[in-house]
């Protein structure tokens, strides 16, 4: 035996013990991407360096072996700086997609990918459980979320985006169905309270986390129910009602009060809920309409558009007569016009004062509400509202044309000299902004735009313990996954805060690929399910919901069409763990990259060169272990490459799918090709067992998803299977459970 | 192409060096020689004698400067990348070989005449920058001396194939 | 009277072989001359080079003899009128490159016939092996060497006797002498010259090392580029055998040593001693994790002792005339002599061999004879791809492992390329990097990934596409690959960037912030001007620009259309009247 110490960790261990082997007995991390104990040592990855005070040089910590005495630093900032750049390097040449771009561009990093695969296969129940560790309810968001997921979905390369909304919704709408509805697990109780400030999406989306996290928690609302926005700002032929309260139902269900009629300011103030409870969450919603600031506006029959939206959804019918005109050309404008339209207006007219191509409103509700007859007048804003008697009389509509782009992008509309008209109406609806309420949060300090200040990681305002997210927050109103992603990550960030600990919220480093023109050239095209629809006579004149829903087999094709874009070992992948953990930032190092695009999709594994770091374990787990050697290593620097021999596909190479290059393989170079329809990146759960196919009965871990076996690994770090345990198991267990 | 290898070319060598541990190198380089380059047939042929893997023999094969997989042209010009003949603007004659034979590092002229391949240094660093040809140097070069020699080869190779 | 030409390579190159035979044909004719060839006695400046030894030995050095020269030669000779020849003998100047001299390695080259095992009898030719065998034990051997202070001329200089004591010291009867003859440094050439010019020289070292440590084989590893040393290595192996200085019970002392030639097949990397294991072995040479080395575990992961040519050469000297005679040469740190392969920009270059502590001006200038062409000196390339630049202002420093590489530079393997002031810092960094990249076996991944980006880096630099910050980064990166890379060359391979910034900091900053390449050679950075008060109107440059970009009238000044120039320079190497110049 001998003595070392290690971060100043007086150990012993046996002579001819590593380093690295001494440091993870005694639980010190050190990393490495080309060192696995079941194949001999290599040397390549530079990450496991670590420093020994008198040597000049680093030292590997794989091979290097323990010497009397020895004082070893596994962290100094010399062994950081070299394992930050290894891993700059590394991923300088590593092409693929850790995330999806739907999941990175979802302002909650819903697993778009995930649970559309998971809707390929039939796991409905594991698709929903996966959506509720972003969204509370699947199918609210499912039906009103302009999916910015959809917009960078690649598909639309090959022919249109994925329908991730509607399979969204498909999926929340079967487990709102269901007898076996998906419920998700509550921590135990930690005793810590916390206060949510408005029942919006926001609000309940922090409720729903933090309760899950054991929390006790209490919505506080000023409406009658819960559901903010959802409730009173989209219509019921968008949102019915009756879904919302289920999915609101649901999250009361896990345990979180809810106090209705209580508004901040008037009955109850922020310090007495500051002193009652360990946290306060701030969620109001925007619930002011925007002014034009035009002359005559604050006459009787001018209102606004997110009023006018709660006065309907209130169950009242405002008096709007015949003729409405809506400003504006956002999504609460398309509300609007289309409740317009349901109330009865003969005529509703639509300014504004861009052209089609410039309106925020989603593509789908402008041509909805043009096939319900909804007029609409573009490059045209109203410049004066004329009253008699203060009563709105007429407007008078400025013409305008489009100009320079301005710094969004978009062209500046520019009023054209005289062109005005004047334009009779009984209702005008304003809908061009909203902003919140303040009142009650003096305390706090507040944005130049009127909002409350939140900083932007760690969603903490001025006053210690009090937390913002969403519409009242920083930016002002946006669109309910806005508010959803930042509640969830605020909530990891609160619990973290009920722990004492003073975290923020950091983008993860994701790898992202760019792809090359003509890429998608090799798919063939499906083309895309449109939600079916009322008939635009039938949907005038009632709330009946609009869209139909899609059935359990275009769901499935749907989502069969999902390109896979993100990396189906993320949650495997040794290499996006250390870029995390060392903070990394390859683009600095960005120069050419391979892009060999030649997967291999054999029977049963997966090769992906782009995704290979050349560690070598893969060909030295062949050789040394399989004695097969159908894997080589082929040229030199940086052209290396691991392929199989003379460059053949798997299935005809020598290989004896034994498994264990998968198996040893640290990132998605190499992985299972899951027996299942649509191949899954998503994370499993794990069952330890032994596989009794030999009496060599080696232990297993078994990777299931719901009621799929996806795979199998060994069960600890000295084992390797054979073809047997590693890929027949996987089927047998599949066949005997069904 | 394929089915014109003669595998009992490389019989003595594989008799000399099949069982001897540690000669795929030697043997390799024998095949070269024989058949100007390794064809696959040839590969799977010591793969077969030699009981090594032939993933393994392509890592070989690929990792030394040395071996080719494809044929080579008529005259094989080993253009000198050494420091010396750096110095000395070596990248001008690279340049000039390019221009003249319309062929860059590793490739061989349509003809099948010319083969052109950047080697580390030939060792004549006093002549440099100096390129070999089919194992003849030629030092001291200059553009003018290179197109020159260029010539004289095309024009050989012409005459010979006239004579046949 | 003898007619001697040297046949190494550089001199077949400049036409020797050609002259040998017109010799050949010619001397058929001619009675009492004997014709003969030798190695290479490193004056490649002067290649082909004939040396005429009258009946008394003397010497007459003939010089860039064609073979067109060769009749009168042989007149003059036969008819005793050696004074004819005075256009083709040597100049004293000349003669001064070999005066300057100690030659212990390279002590018969040029002298002997490589390919007579007489020659090198007559010369005290394995005595040294005859010596050992009859009256020193093992440790007397390595004793003798230590007290040499030989050490590893390779590049990393080890103490020779200490890797052998530990090779002697590890458990095994088999046991392995390796030579490393892979002599992969772009610039040097001195261990192919040995080889060919004096075989058994590199046997007898060898055998020397063996007996000492204990070997039954020895294997030499050479360079698959060295077609001639391997054929001349292998006539030596073969009369070494029939002389039975090789094979079983050697000279009847019952030791037993057999040698063989394994022929590399081009990767620099295998200069790395792990990696050339792997070589031998028939494998990618990808070098092995050190520990264990070689002494413990190496060929066949039985304990090997790996030297270098030169190294194994200077071992027969030591034992004929003593440790102590080797150790009076040199200085406190580096003992006895070193060769250099002196190139570039030199008036003389060639093989040099001096004894340690002289400095670089000295080598050179003196003996060099400095810079060609009138130009001026910048900065001379010590240890190729693995080691640096020294710039005019440490000229002189002396020859010796530490002050060497206190200047970031190292010994290296020998090789010493001297630049001129046209001579781009940042292009050389770069041309070395793109060495680097292209010989990097990619196992690890700062060696394989980091020269790569540092390359990348230079070449965004000299095409003008520096960015600010860049100095910085590639210094980052230059200390990481230092520290992170797995073997010598990846550890190494930083050196020529990190000396070039350190000495010419100001010409990458010239690249970057003033997108000008001060020595003129970055093309995108430069571009082709005709000085109209020198251009005379020859038109030769417009003749021969590939894109018809220079025009004017016959003996009126030209001018170079700039968009149309693609800057290849032709132009300025062909004008007589240096009217081309570079802005």
Redesign the interface.
């Known amino acids: 035996m001998i003595n070392i110490t290690i971060d100043g960790k007086k150990l012993t261990v046996e002579e001819n013990t590593t380093i690295l082997e001494a440091a993870s007995e005694n639980g010190i991390k050190i990393p490495n991407l080309c060192y696995d104990g079941r194949v001999e040592t290599y040397g390549a990855c530079g990450l496991c360096v670590v420093e020994a005070e008198g040597s000049a040089k680093l030292l590997r910590a794989c091979s290097t072996k323990c010497s009397e005495s020895m004082v070893i630093n596994t962290k100094s900032d010399r062994v950081i700086r070299a394992r930050k750049t290894a891993l700059e390097l590394l991923i300088s040449d590593h092409d693929g997609d850790c995330k999806a771009p739907c999941s990175l561009e979802c302002p909650a990093n819903t697993d778009c990918q995930g649970y559309v695969g998971l809707i390929a296969n039939g796991e409905y129940k594991q698709a929903v459980r996966l959506i509720k560790e972003r969204i509370a309810f699947p199918s609210s968001i499912g039906r009103i979320c302009p999916h910015p997921c959809e917009k960078k979905c690649r598909r639309k390369y090959v022919d249109e985006p994925v329908s991730i909304a509607a399979l969204k919704g498909f999926v929340g709408d079967m487990d709102l169905a269901s007898d076996d509805r998906y419920i998700p697990p509550v921590e135990p109780d930690t005793g810590k309270r916390v206060a949510v400030i408005g029942g919006g999406p926001g609000g309940l989306t922090a409720a729903f986390f933090l309760r899950r996290m054991g929390h006790g928690v209490t919505v506080f609302d000023m409406m009658e129910k819960m559901g903010g926005m959802l409730r009173y700002g989209i219509p019921e032929y968008r949102l019915p009602k009756s879904i919302l309260d289920r999915e609101i139902k649901q999250i009361e269900d896990l345990g979180v009060n809810f106090k209705n009629n209580v508004k901040i300011g008037r009955d109850i103030s922020l310090d007495e809920l500051k002193k009652d409870y360990d946290a306060v969450v701030v969620a109001l919603g925007a619930w002011n309409s925007s002014k034009m600031r035009i002359a005559g506006e604050d006459c009787e029959g001018v209102i606004g558009g997110i009023d006018f939206l709660r006065e309907v959804a209130l169950g009242n019918r405002p008096e709007i007569g015949g003729r409405v005109a809506i400003c504006g050309g956002g999504n609460t404008a398309m509300d609007a016009c289309r409740t317009a339209v349901r109330l009865g207006a003969k005529e509703v007219r639509v300014l504004y004062r861009r052209t089609r191509d410039e309106m925020p409103a989603e593509d789908i509700e402008i041509k909805e509400a043009m096939e319900e007859g909804v007029d609409f007048c573009f490059l045209s804003s109203p410049c004066e509202i004329i009253s008699e008697n203060g009563k709105l009389k007429s407007v008078k509509i400025q013409k305008y044309e489009l100009g320079e782009p301005d710094e969004s992008g978009r062209r500046r509309p520019k009023a054209v000299d005289g062109s005005v008209e004047e334009v009779e109406f009984d209702t005008v609806i304003m809908a061009i902004g909203q902003y919140p309420e303040l009142e009650g949060f003096e305390g706090l300090e507040i944005s130049a735009k009127n909002t409350i200040l939140a900083d932007s990681g760690s969603f903490r305002t001025s006053a210690d313990g009090v937390f913002a997210v969403g519409d009242v927050s920083n930016r002002g109103a946006s669109i309910a996954i806005e508010a959803i992603g930042e509640a969830q990550k605020a909530s990891v960030v609160i619990d973290r805060y009920l722990n004492g600990e003073d975290v923020k919220y950091k983008k993860p480093f994701y790898v992202e690929r760019t792809l090359p023109d003509g890429y998608f050239d090799k798919f063939e095209k499906a083309v895309r399910a449109e939600m079916p629809v009322l008939p635009a006579d039938e949907r005038k004149n009632s709330f009946k919901e609009v869209a139909l829903g899609i059935s359990e087999e275009t769901a499935v094709n749907e989502a069969m069409r999902c390109l896979e874009c993100g990396c189906h070992d993320y949650y495997e992948c040794k290499l996006i763990e250390y870029a995390n953990e060392y903070d990394v930032k390859p683009q600095k190092f960005s120069g050419e990259k391979h892009f060999r695009n030649n997967e291999d999709k054999s029977s049963l594994i997966i090769r992906n060169a782009d995704k290979c770091i050349l560690c070598g374990l893969c060909v030295r787990v062949c050789e040394e272990r399989e004695g097969v050697t159908a894997l080589g290593l082929i040229g030199r620097g940086f052209d290396t490459i691991v392929n199989p021999e003379l460059s053949l596909p798997l299935d005809l190479s020598s290989c004896t799918f034994c498994g264990a290059c998968v198996d040893v393989c640290p990132t998605g170079a190499l992985k299972e090709k899951q027996p299942i329809k649509k191949q899954l990146a998503v994370e499993e759960e794990s069952r330890k067992s032994v596989c009794e196919l030999c009496d060599k009965l080696c232990p297993i871990d078994i990777r299931y998803i719901g009621d799929t076996v996806t795979r199998i690994k060994p069960g600890d770090k000295n084992t390797l299977l054979c073809k047997k345990g590693k890929f027949d198991l996987t089927d047998k267990l599949n066949g005997a459970q069904k | 192409m394929a089915e014109n290898i003669d595998l009992t070319l490389l019989d003595k060598t594989l008799e000399d060096y099949a069982s001897v ?6 043997v ?2 024998h095949a070269q020689d024989i058949y100007g380059y390794l064809p ?1 047939e040839i ?1 799977k042929h010591i793969s077969d004698k030699m009981s ?5 023999i ?3 094969a ?6 080719r997989l494809k044929p080579v042209g008529k005259y094989l010009i080993m253009l ?10 070596s990248d ?1 004659i690279e ?1 000039t070989i390019n ?1 003249t034979l319309g062929i860059s590092d590793g490739e061989t002229t349509e003809d099948g005449l010319f083969s052109l391949k950047n ?10 920058p ?1 390129m070999m040809i089919n ?1 003849e ?3 001291s070069l ?2 003018d001396k290179v197109i020159g020699i260029l010539n004289t080869l095309r024009q050989n190779a012409l005459e010979e194939g006239n004579e046949q | 009277m003898k007619i001697v030409v040297g046949e190494g390579s550089c001199g077949i190159a400049a036409g020797a072989a050609k002259v040998y035979s017109a010799f050949e044909k010619l001397t058929e004719k001619y009675d009492g001359i004997d014709l003969g060839f030798t190695g290479c006695n490193g004056m490649c400046f002067l290649e082909p080079i004939v040396d005429i030894y009258d009946d008394n030995g003397d010497l007459t050095r003939l010089v860039k003899v064609s073979e067109n020269d060769c009749e009168a030669i042989i007149k003059a000779v036969s008819e005793n009128s050696l004074e004819d020849l005075e256009a083709l003998k040597i100049s004293k100047e000349d003669e001064e490159f070999l005066n300057k001299q100690t030659r212990i390695a390279l002590r018969h080259c040029g002298l002997i016939n490589p390919e007579d095992i007489d020659e090198y009898l007559a010369c005290d030719g394995y005595k040294a092996v005859e010596k050992v065998l009859k009256t020193m034990t093992a440790q007397q051997v390595i004793e003798e060497i230590k007290v040499s202070g030989l050490a590893g001329r390779g590049g990393a200089g080890f103490p020779t006797w200490f890797k052998w004591n530990a090779a002697r010291n590890s458990e095994g009867s088999e046991k392995y002498l390796i030579c490393n003859a892979d002599e992969g440094d772009p610039g040097a050439f001195m261990d192919r010259a040995v080889i060919e010019s004096d075989p058994h020289s590199l046997i007898e070292g060898m055998l020397i090392g063996a007996y000492a440590i204990g070997a039954g084989e020895m294997v030499v590893y050479v360079r698959a580029e060295y077609p001639l040393a391997v054929k001349r290595l292998e006539k030596a192996i073969k009369q070494a055998e029939e002389r039975g200085f090789l094979g079983e019970n050697i000279l009847s002392s019952g030791f037993s040593c057999k040698m063989r030639i394994k022929a590399g097949a081009g990767a620099f990397v295998c200069g790395e001693e792990t990696a050339l294991i792997e070589s031998l072995e028939g494998n990618r040479g990808m070098p092995r994790l050190k520990p264990p080395f070689p002494a413990q575990e190496g060929y066949w992961h039985k304990p090997s002792n790996i030297n270098n040519v030169e190294t194994y050469a200077n071992v027969a000297w030591i034992i004929l005339n003593g440790g102590e005679k080797f150790a009076q040469m040199g200085t406190e740190n580096s003992k006895g002599t070193k060769v250099f392969a002196l190139t570039g920009k030199i008036k003389r270059g060639g093989l040099v061999e001096i004894p340690m502590g002289m400095t670089l001006r000295e080598v050179i200038f003196d003996i060099g004879g400095g810079i060609r062409d009138s130009k001026k000196f910048k900065a001379v390339q010590m240890g190729g791809p693995s080691g640096g630049c020294i710039p005019e202002s440490l000229l002189d420093t002396v020859i010796d492992y530490k002050a060497l590489a206190q200047t970031g530079a190292i010994m290296g393997s020998g090789g010493m390329v001297v630049m001129d002031e046209s001579t781009c810092m940042v292009g050389m960094a770069k041309f070395f990097l793109d060495f680097t990249t292209k010989e990097s076996c990619g196992k690890c991944v700062h060696c394989r990934l980091g020269t790569k980006r540092m390359y990348e880096m230079l070449t965004r630099i000299v095409e003008g596409n520096g960015r600010p910050g860049d100095i910085e980064l590639l210094e980052e990166l230059c200390y990481s690959v230092k520290d992170g890379a797995l073997c010598g060359l990846g550890q190494t391979a930083p050196n020529p960037v990190l000396t070039t910034l350190k000495y010419f900091r100001d010409e990458y900053e010239a690249h970057i912030n003033n997108k000008k390449c001060p020595a003129g050679e970055c093309s995108a950075l430069i571009k082709y001007v005709i000085d109209s008060s020198k251009c005379v109107g020859c038109t030769k440059c417009a003749k021969n620009c590939p894109v018809n970009a220079i025009s004017g009238k016959v003996k009126q000044p030209h001018a170079i259309d700039a968009d149309k120039c693609i800057k290849c320079g032709k132009c300025r190497g062909n004008c007589n009247f240096s009217a081309v110049e570079v802005r």
Not at chain 2, 52 to 56: E, T
């Open positions: 541990k540690g000669s795929l190198i030697t390799l380089q696959e590969i090594i893997p032939v993933a393994k392509m890592g070989v690929t990792f030394y400067t040395q071996f000198c990348k050494g420091t010396a003949c750096h110095v000395n603007n001008l340049k221009e080697v580390a240094c030939l060792g004549c660093c006093s002549l440099s100096v194992g140097t030629y030092g200059t553009p």
